[in-house]
């Protein structure tokens, strides 16, 4: 009957133990970077190639918009012929703008702008699509990592009864 108390008193003991020790091992992998789904994805922000072109090109389109609709920069001809060794010949200077009439700025302004929002969607969607992955591959993870945890606290009961029946059958073995 002694042993017994002992027995029990020592698998208290030893699940307390085990219960301490993996409420210690939670919390500093509190403090470890990627030990939950936020910081992940913030980190994979940080490090997401596609995100950053996506966001270079909202960027660009952005920019594009205040060029469209503007009218393009006049040029300057001059031009020379027949110009002898005094300098005497034709001479044409002129000057040239490019005018684009009846709502042409207007619509490229307006195609400007649907670009740019669309190059927003675009940044959005890719942001939400590496969101979406990484917190799939964070959920795999941390179904793997509990089916892990469990199997070894299985494994660590089945020894525990695994030992109990050994002391608990060495004592009629030795009797016969």
């Known amino acids: 009957m002694n042993r017994r108390r002992r027995l029990r008193a020592f698998s208290f003991v030893g699940s307390a133990a085990i219960l301490m020790g993996s409420t210690s091992l939670s919390a500093t992998e509190r403090n470890l970077p990627g030990a939950s789904v936020e910081s992940v994805v913030a980190l994979a922000k940080q490090l997401s190639p596609e995100l950053a072109a996506a966001a270079l090109d909202a960027d660009a389109a952005a920019h594009r918009v205040g060029a469209a609709g503007v009218l393009a920069d006049p040029t300057v001809t001059l031009q020379a012929w027949d110009v002898n060794g005094r300098g005497v010949g034709q001479r044409w200077i002129g000057f040239e703008q ?34 979406a992955r990484v917190k799939a591959a964070y959920a795999q993870y941390a179904a793997a990592y509990r089916a892990i945890d469990l199997s070894l606290g299985l494994k660590r009961r089945l020894d525990e009864i695994l030992g109990l029946l050994r002391l608990r059958q060495a004592p009629s073995t030795s009797r016969k």
Not at 106 to 115: K, S, T
């Open 98 to 131: 490019e005018f684009k009439l009846w709502g042409k700025l207007d619509l490229e302004r307006g195609v400007a702008e649907a670009d740019a929002e669309a190059a927003r969607h675009q940044s959005r969607a890719v942001a939400t699509d590496l969101i």
